[in-house]
């Protein structure tokens, strides 16, 4: 997670500020926080930043999420593909 992106958030809890909490790691090239964590300056609630992102959504719930995703919109992912090599082809190999 860039520096520059910290006040792009607010807390999920009370719609407080985040500041960062201790960084575990960072990418010494881009300034990128690659672990660690931000802190809601109100409530205290705390988000870790794993492997870049912050992690809003607690690790269980993503399987689950994801999972109905995949089932609710199945149908479009083979179109999504066929899009993405259209849209290789004619835009950026030109
Ligand atoms: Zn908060």
Known sequence: ??????????????????????????????????????????????VPIIRRLPRFVPSESYASSFGFQWSRFACFRVGWIEDHITLYHEVLLR
Do not use: W
């Not at 520059?4 to 719609?15: A, G, I, M, S, Y």
């Not at 010494?28 to 690659?34: F, G, K, Q, R, V």
């Open 1 to 46: 997670m860039h520096r520059r992106f910290l006040d792009k958030f607010v807390c999920h809890k009370c719609e407080g500020s985040y500041q960062f909490g201790p960084v575990v790691s960072e990418d010494n090239a881009t300034h990128e926080i690659i672990e660690g964590e931000l802190i809601c300056t109100s409530c205290g609630a705390v």
